[in-house]
């Protein structure tokens, strides 16, 4: 018989993952955990069932169709199975609706986002317009509109398939995303006392979706960012048909093809003012905020369903007489990999702790303007780089479509890109802290690390602060040219931080050393990339 190599198998999702479940059980009051974990087992259950369908729907992407049988203009989008399904379990399971419900209080977006984590691998990124509906919800909520509010919130946060809605959010014009004060969108107040807009939308992901948060210009208002204003849309007119807009194609990318993003026209599109008709950019920060949790939320999710299915390939497959979860050079691959990983896991769970502190008033939104991008840089280039690696970890299998595994680095890709690329969020990242001050971040890590105690863990400790104290003394002198690496080495201390935290908690409770090894190992892998040229 001819060697047959054997295909990983994915374990539950929720079972396997120790680091989550670790996570849940310090951050979490244990009468909480109680009660939520049953849904938690359940998406992990049903997490094994997605990604079985995505797997057996691998060649099916969204298709446009312009036109109906008769050469009526409808512009309709169909979305594959798997979309279909992820609609139906998104909807029934809360993902957007628990933090709105609000039965946790503060800890309800820790159990939003713990069933996210579980969900996002096997949904082909249909967690992309349940992040925008859960940012739009967000944004109307504060943005004191209460009609726009009493429309659209209860339908973005049901729980009922037929009746739930998802939000797009366009800000991409062809002028790029990241200089969204450039954007040549009109705002027209005509005749009939109705907004309408004009223009073109160059990346509008979640096409299909039946509203959106859009950015504009209203006629005679100033360039840049604060003469433009945020409007709200509704994609379709009440007969179904377009609501002024021709979708002129669907976009051919690397990789999130699941995921229909157009290109708009938008040619008399109805629409209403969310707020003030200006600083729509400041208007969008809330979205911002809660969109980009999701981006780091997924991008160590990613991270650890590629390191589920490596661990267990590493048992199965053999090479040089033994298999290779007894090769000392492959384990050390996965254990630089684990701690990436983990590292990544607790950032995100880090914003998640704070926006859900925010939005209850127990924490300072100026930190968090520090806290946010930071996170979603650090986690973002943690999955680009981690992912890469996994495939390698595979071999050639990982190169090959049909095994399920390139579509992790495809969909990876995007995730320093959405929501501000990594030199953007680095300039966002210096700003805040010229707001909030260095000495408060400086604080708050310090905060967590007096959390240490354990002999084992000095040395993770003392080189986290090592690097705050190099990094305070250069904060002034920053430039553009060194911010990104400045950044990265703020994202990667607070990580550190984070994984000593968890060490300290998991030796007191547990006797586990496993975390304490993450920390050692994200140490050695190095924190300070300020001053490497």
């Not at 349940?130 to 009493?150: I, K």
Request: charged share 25%; proline share 6%.
């Amino acid at each position: 018989m001819p060697f047959i190599q054997p295909a990983p198998d994915l374990p539950d999702p929720y079972q396997a993952d120790t680091v989550l479940r670790g996570h849940l059980r310090r951050a979490l009051p244990p009468d909480l955990l109680a009660d939520i974990e049953p849904s938690l087992q359940a998406m992990g259950a049903m997490a094994l069932a997605m990604r079985a369908l995505s797997l057996q729907d691998r060649l099916a992407e969204p298709r446009h169709i312009p036109f109906d049988p008769w050469g009526k203009r409808v512009d309709r989008i169909e979305v594959t199975r798997v979309w279909r399904e992820a609609e139906r379990v998104a909807a029934e399971r809360g993902l957007v609706a628990i933090p709105y419900e609000d039965a946790h209080g503060i800890h309800s977006r820790a159990h939003q986002f713990a069933l996210v984590h579980l969900f996002h691998p096997g949904s082909d990124v249909y967690t992309c317009p349940l992040a925008m509906s859960d940012g739009a919800a967000r944004t109307l909520l504060d943005s004191g509109n209460r009609a726009l509010a009493e429309r659209a919130v209860p339908r973005l946060v049901a729980r009922d398939p037929e009746r739930a809605w998802t939000s797009g959010q366009w800000m991409t014009e062809s002028t790029g995303g990241s200089d969204v004060g450039r954007s040549t969108t009109e705002a027209r107040l005509e005749e009939d006392g109705r907004w309408r807009l004009y223009g073109r939308k160059w990346f509008t992901s979640a096409a299909a979706s039946p509203m959106a948060l859009t950015l504009a210009r209203p006629l005679g208002n100033p360039p840049g960012g604060k003469g433009l204003a945020l409007f709200y849309v509704e994609t379709r007119r009440p007969d179904g048909s377009p609501n002024g807009f021709t979708l002129n194609r669907l976009k051919d990318k690397l990789g999130t093809r699941k995921l229909p993003t157009g290109e708009l026209d938008l040619d008399g599109m109805e629409a209403t003012p969310v707020g003030q008709l200006r600083d729509g950019i400041r208007a969008m920060a809330p979205m911002l905020n809660v969109t980009r949790t999701w981006n780091a939320v997924t991008a160590a999710s990613l991270l650890r369903h590629g390191l589920l299915l490596a661990w267990d390939y590493a048992g199965k497959r053999e090479a040089f007489g033994a298999p290779l979860a007894q090769k000392p050079l492959y384990l050390d691959t996965l254990a630089g990999l684990e701690a990436e990983a983990q590292a990544a896991f607790h950032l995100a769970f880090h914003a998640v702790e704070w926006l859900g502190q925010v939005e209850h008033g127990a924490g300072d939104p100026a930190l968090q303007r520090v806290i946010t991008p930071l996170v979603k840089l650090t986690t973002a280039r943690q999955a680009v780089a981690g992912c890469s690696e996994l495939l390698e970890c595979f071999g050639g299998a990982g190169y090959v479509e049909d095994t399920g595994l390139p579509v992790l680095l495809r969909d990876a890709q995007v995730l320093s890109i959405w929501e501000g690329t990594t030199d953007v969020l680095a300039l966002e990242t210096l700003k805040a802290l010229g707001g909030c001050g260095f000495p408060a971040f400086r604080a708050h890590l310090e905060a967590l690390l007096g959390e240490v105690r354990h002999r084992m863990l000095a040395l993770p400790a003392a080189a986290a602060r090592q690097v705050l104290d190099q990094a305070q003394a250069r904060w002034p002198e920053v430039d553009e040219a060194g911010v990104r690496r400045f950044a990265l080495t703020l994202g990667r201390t607070l990580g550190l931080a984070l994984l000593v935290r968890q060490a300290q908690w998991a030796l007191e409770q547990d006797r586990d050393a496993a975390p304490a090894r993450a920390a050692f190992r994200f140490a050695a892998q190095g924190v300070d990339l300020t001053f490497h040229w």
